[in-house]
């Protein structure tokens, strides 16, 4: 069997699509997910993928829920830092639990599943951590600054931890995506994604789940074991940094 693959936020989504692609490239993969356990389950029945249930806001939850999948599956050699959730609002609306909620799971999350699997893969002298930013967190959003706040945290971490395991194996970038095709920005009403949301895009097309999957694909290869600190803006030409 492969290398083994955790993926925060892998059964529906993007994630979803990682978890899919990961497997497809050879890796053991499990799936992390926060609550819908319909959603888990059914991803699981389809794909063969084993589900693991705990929040990502929640340091000892990940603890414990690392622990179960390295008893279960093995030492994680690859993690995806998926999972995200949105509290939109205006700055002046914006409430302390909705900015809180948002910080704990996209910003502190990644701390809270990178810290306890860090060691482990400077003691085997390898690791692939992938952190799924934003657009938002590259050039902000009105509506959005709690989650352009957390993706832009993704982004220094990302840097800091590249250069700390760099020496032991350990490479550390992330993906920004932009408008990507998944059930929820499809549920957008099909007038404002025509005429607000895709004019925006110079490819003149939302993105595929898959079209990220293959990103962090690529990054957890042995091929891309020159590339570190490093982010890859998957977003149709929208925004250039």
């Known amino acids: 069997m492969g290398r083994l693959a955790l ?5 529906r989504g993007i994630g979803a699509a990682i978890s899919n692609g990961l497997k497809a490239a050879g890796y053991k ?19 063969g993928i084993p589900t693991y249930k705990w929040s990502v806001a929640d340091y000892d939850a990940c603890v414990a829920g690392i622990q179960k999948v390295e008893a279960d599956l093995g030492p994680v050699e690859v993690l995806v830092n ?18 809180q ?16 699997i860090w060691s482990g893969m400077r003691d085997r002298g390898f690791g692939r951590i992938i952190n799924i ?8 959003q009105a509506g959005q ?3 352009s706040a957390a993706k832009a945290g993704d982004l220094g971490i990302t840097k800091a931890l590249a250069q700390e395991g760099a020496f032991k194996g350990i490479t550390v970038n992330a993906i920004c995506p932009g408008y990507i095709g998944t059930e929820m920005v499809r549920a957008i009403p099909e007038k404002v994604l025509n005429e607000k949301i895709i004019p925006q895009i110079p490819v003149g097309r939302l993105g595929e789940p898959e079209e990220i999957a293959r990103c962090v694909a690529f990054l957890a290869s042995d091929e891309a074991g020159f590339i570190t600190g490093s982010t890859i803006s998957a977003n149709g030409g929208q925004f250039f940094v």
Not at 7 to 11: F, Y
Not at 133 to 140: A, H, L, T, V
């Open 133 to 140: 930013s934003s657009i938002n967190g590259q050039k902000g």
């Open 101 to 116: 909620e948002v910080i704990d799971t996209n910003l502190s999350g990644v701390f809270n599943m990178t810290h306890p």
């Open 82 to 99: 998926n999972a995200g959730i949105t509290r939109d609002a205006m700055f002046h609306k914006m409430s302390r639990e909705q900015w």
């Open 7 to 11: 993926v925060t936020g892998g059964s």
């Open 29 to 47: 993969v499990a799936a992390n997910y926060a609550g819908n356990d319909a959603a888990a389950e059914a991803f699981t029945a389809d794909t």
């Open 145 to 147: 600054a709690n989650y």
